[in-house]
């Protein structure tokens, strides 16, 4: 397995063999242990044809510069599957917080979000699975804190989202103020009480896997 558009490691399975990352700021992030990273982009990959039985990009599409030339990439050095760990923009968008404090975050998505069907199309055919969020997710990606909301308001962790971070705080600052006071009143809990005993949610995060 090779994990391509790595960042600093997150989710990469025993069987991975190598990670390719184009910044050397996330590679020297990588925990000690980790499989070595080779620093390049997904759209120009310098392994050999049919390098690894699978190739994996998670949460990382929508920051590529060529999508067309990465998924060829992807399929170039894999064997057997590919498979792409992405979010469907249509139902993110009714994420609570995207859709009640943070509008200003969807129009921002919406300009880089890749379609789930057009990653199939480039894919050649791929089926799709549905990954519910687990409550308690360790990593911090944008819904990862669906039934944490207070964690929203602490700036390292907004710092590590991307669709917040590029987006500004001055432009998050009304809808985190509101939240804010909400978690005070309580009426956020009012509101949303149906999430407070879920395990898992169902945010928009899809597998999208092609076997080869």
Same mark, same amino acid.
């Not at 989710?11 to 996330?26: F, R």
């Not at 060829?72 to 894999?78: M, N, V, Y």
């Given at each position: 397995m090779i994990n391509v558009g790595a960042g600093t490691g997150s989710?990469?399975? =025993?069987?991975? +063999? /190598?990670? +390719?990352?184009?910044? *050397?700021?996330?590679i020297a992030q990588r925990p000690a242990g980790s499989v070595p990273a080779l620093q390049a982009s997904a759209e120009s990959i310098p392994l050999a044809d049919d390098s690894a039985d699978a190739t994996m990009a998670l949460l990382t599409v929508h920051h590529w510069t060529d999508l067309e030339a990465g998924i060829?990439?992807? /399929?170039?050095? !894999?064997r057997r599957r590919v498979v792409i760990f992405t979010w469907d923009q249509t139902i993110l968008r009714r994420f609570w917080l995207v859709d009640e404090y943070l509008p200003e975050v969807a129009a921002f998505d919406d300009t880089r979000a890749v379609a789930i069907d057009r990653l199939i199309a480039l894919l050649g055919g791929a089926r799709t699975e549905t990954a =519910?969020? =687990?409550?308690?997710? *360790?990593?911090?990606? !944008?819904?990862a804190f669906w039934r944490r909301p207070e964690a929203y308001l602490d700036p390292e962790v907004r710092e590590g989202i991307s669709m917040l971070a590029q987006t500004g705080e001055e432009a998050l600052r009304p809808g985190l103020a509101r939240l804010s006071d909400e978690l005070s009143s309580g009426l956020w809990h009012q509101r949303h009480a149906d999430l407070l005993n879920r395990e898992t949610l169902d945010i928009g995060y899809r597998l999208v896997i092609a076997d080869l």
């Open positions: 989710y990469e399975p =025993p069987q991975t +063999v /190598l990670a +390719v990352e184009p910044s *050397s700021v996330m060829g990439e992807l /399929l170039r050095i !894999a =519910p969020i =687990p409550h308690d997710c *360790s990593d911090g990606f !944008a819904a």
